[in-house]
């Protein structure tokens, strides 16, 4: 992932396979912080601070959605500073 002109660009796009989902994050600290930390995390697409009632969204993928929940669980919500997450599962029409 890189950011080019402050948006974030998405990193390669996962094999057909895989899960993902945009987790939207109420953060109680800074969220460039908060959005920041995500980024490192395996499986982190993207992650930018944004306006509105959420202060960052993460774009992430995983091999299905068991791993899903427990990135989202064990990584993103272990993150200092967040508040409160609300997962959405990309679905293929």
Same mark, same amino acid.
């Given at each position: 992932?890189?950011?080019?002109?402050?948006?974030?660009?998405l990193?390669?796009?996962?094999v057909?396979d895989?899960?993902?989902?945009?987790?939207l %994050?109420q953060?109680v600290?800074?969220?460039?912080?908060v959005?920041?930390? %995500?980024r490192?995390l /395996?499986?982190?697409?993207?992650? /930018?601070?944004?306006s509105?009632?959420?202060?960052v969204?993460v774009?992430?993928?995983?091999?299905?959605? /068991?791993?899903?929940?427990?990135s989202?669980v064990?990584?993103?919500?272990?993150?200092?500073?967040?508040?409160?997450t609300?997962t959405?599962?990309?679905?293929q029409l």
């Amino acid at each position: 992932m890189r950011t080019r002109g402050g948006a974030t660009q998405l990193k390669e796009e996962p094999v057909a396979d895989q899960v993902r989902a945009y987790i939207l %994050i109420q953060t109680v600290t800074n969220a460039a912080h908060v959005a920041r930390e %995500i980024r490192e995390l /395996d499986g982190v697409e993207a992650a /930018d601070d944004v306006s509105g009632p959420y202060d960052v969204i993460v774009r992430l993928v995983a091999g299905d959605m /068991d791993e899903l929940g427990k990135s989202v669980v064990t990584r993103i919500q272990a993150v200092e500073g967040i508040s409160r997450t609300l997962t959405c599962p990309v679905v293929q029409l």
